[in-house]
């Protein structure tokens, strides 16, 4: 029986940390690999010598240079890129940022550049540190955090959070709770529950209150980063006191976010505030890589497959579409539909018109600082440890898993180039004799699944969302899953249609001819003109399950096209029907709305290639339709 009157208890057992494996255990391979890779040698790894923002000036560092999120946004990724790839330049490059912050503490327990006072850039930095201290077992990290944690119990209630502090409260509770899962001091939860009093209540505004149109003026709640990182809160009100009611909270904020503003690859709007749903709102990059890290606090917390299924969607279509094949540049916004990239205005709530070109800080820098932590935490977060003391897949992609269970190291070897094939090669390789459980996640996107154990099918049950095997994996056992995907229709406004193909959101891509402007700062900035005209439509949904799959071998790196026809350098290809939309015309740099379908203005019937969203720079994600559909019994 449940006594609803106790005294809420945070359970150890119910945060991030206990689920998460400490940053280092998971090293990617194969597509992931090469990810990370670019990463490391373009704008991750440069950024330091070509942003002064980051230089040796940055406030961070002791210097007289930028003293607010920059420095903290840059070494949230700089860090678990470093140890994901094991590289030794990475890591000597963060290296004096650490030691920078952990000796500006004062005695009082604060931290970081006297010329800014505000809580929110260090709850950043905080998330640095308790990264470091897994990857190294620091020991100066828990005792710095204690005496920044009793001075924030000290200070908040005469200096309250505020601004975007306010809006991004739930990130510093993160690494309060990190603290109390190894001293258990109550002090510290009396802090959580303080900062909580002076956070947004992102479950109540989004459930029950959502703006349900483009924000016409600016507030915290319907800034598109703000959301994504408050969707975290509902985990963090779980982690505290246990009660169910969060975990529905969250999934009704996620559903009334979609019915509002969810774009055609499923992830709401943000340009920079919450913008409706057409195809032609744009979502900041900020806002993917915090959506991603939210994502993995959530699959920590409350472990459900859907959280691997938003965090796939997230890696494979919106974090590779943020930046260039080669990640020298980024945008601030991408456009689910996206006929040009150009300086132009666009019916976006708040953004400048060089917002979507690719470069080193369109519009504004917070995501040239912030980007490049959605590659490597996705890394770190593939697999978790389980409450019922076993391991935990949340996302597919290939990578090497170093970790123990009750002391007794399990090696993994995930093999596999999912999303572009259906097929998943886990080696589980262990002394340990005693059994222990693997939770493979079934997608909830998926129509069935198959199991072969050492080259044995093996039937299985999904049971929340995961395959459970539990078994003595002593020796070395080689797990194949396979799950199967197809061509999936999702009904928009106007009758328009969205294709998907299991985690992939999958787009017409219009040919890309790349434009580098002159006098770029950093390392280049481009405009992208079509090579073809963009309008077309869908026909025939009824048969898209028959749409042809052409797979091709997976090139070096699958999220960018090669070539001027259009599914050249693509590694997965869907041979679609429909024909052109001759009605369908731009709005200036940008699509108009789809026509309402069924349309009647068409030309013949003709073959309309689909890619993956990831791959295609230039692409339309949101189609009309020709001819009837529903239907043809009635006539
Ligand atoms: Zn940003």
Redesign the pocket.
Known sequence: MINNTSTPTADPARMPSAAMLPLGSISPLGWLRDQLRLQAEGLTGQLEEIWPDVGADNAWRGGHGDDWERGPYYLDGLLPLAYALSDDSLLAKAKPWIEAILASQTEDGWFGPRTNDDWWPRMVALKVLTQHAEATGDDRVAPFLARYFRYQLTNLSDRPLRGWARARGADNSLSVFWLYARTGEDWLLDLVDLIDTQTIPWNDYLGNALITGQARIFTHRTHG?NVAMGLKKGAIDWVRDGRPQHRYETERAFANLDRWHGQAHGWFSGD?WLGGREATAGV????VVEMMFTCEVLAATFADAIQGDRLESLAFNLLPASCDPAMRAHQ?LQQATQIEVSVARRNWSYSSDDTNLFGLEPH?G???A??HQGWPKFVSSLWMRSADGGLRSVAYAPATVRTEVDGQAVNLVIDTNYPFEETVMITVETQRADPFPLQLRIPTWATGHRLVIDDIPTQSTVENGHVVINRSWQGRHVIELTIPMSVRIQRRERQAAAVFYGPLSMVHPLGENWIAIDGAPGLGEWEIRPRRSWNVALSDLDNAADWPVVRQSIPPQPFGLTGPRPGDGSPLMIMATGARATGWKADGAQASPPPASPVLDHGPADRIDLVPYGSARLRVAEFPVTGSWGGTDDL
Do not use: D, M
């Open positions: 980063p920079e900041e990059t900020c806002q601030y504004f917070c995501c040239t912030n980007l």
